[in-house]
């Protein structure tokens, strides 16, 4: 297995596929580095030469935010929303969507599994 920004990569998927393993990369910047990288067509990662992982190891070093950096990035923009008190901040703290969507029926991913309370379902008509 080829190593990668810390990450060890599948040697039998091809380069663009096996590069989104690495946080932080998608399909568009895996394509980017591998053509600024120089490597023609699409080719499996047992394939490569050390000179083609050593060029696009230090792309990826030198143009990109991966791993522990953009990990640690994300986490210190969410600790502020949530240290200044914005809106976001407080839908961080307390688990919920932060984007306006709703939770009355919805955001179960969030919410967490249904808690069933006693006396708040359906009353018995007659």
Same mark, same amino acid.
């Given at each position: 297995?080829?190593? =990668?920004?810390?990450?060890d990569?599948? @040697?039998?998927q091809?380069?663009?596929y096996?590069?989104q393993r ?5 399909? =568009? ?14 080719p $499996?990662?047992? @394939?490569? /030469?050390?000179?083609?992982? *050593?060029?696009i190891r230090?792309?990826i ?8 950096d953009l990990?640690?990035e =994300?986490?210190?923009?969410i600790? $502020? ?11 961080? $703290? ?8 709703? *939770?009355? /029926?919805?955001a179960?991913t ?5 808690? /069933?309370?006693?006396g708040?379902?359906?009353t018995?008509? $007659?």
């Open positions: 297995m080829a190593r =990668v920004a810390g990450i990569i599948p @040697d039998g091809r380069l663009d096996s590069l690495i946080y932080g990369i998608g399909p =568009v910047i895996s394509k980017a580095v591998a053509v600024k990288s120089g490597i023609e067509g699409n $499996r990662v047992h @394939d490569l /030469t050390e000179d083609d992982l *050593t060029k230090e792309i070093d030198r143009d990109y935010i991966v791993e522990g990990r640690r =994300v986490n210190g923009n600790r $502020r929303l949530i240290d200044i008190g914005s809106y976001r901040g407080l839908r961080h $703290r307390r688990g919920l969507p932060l984007r306006g969507q709703r *939770t009355k /029926t919805n179960r969030k919410r967490g599994s249904k808690k /069933t309370i006693a708040r379902g359906r018995a008509r $007659r």
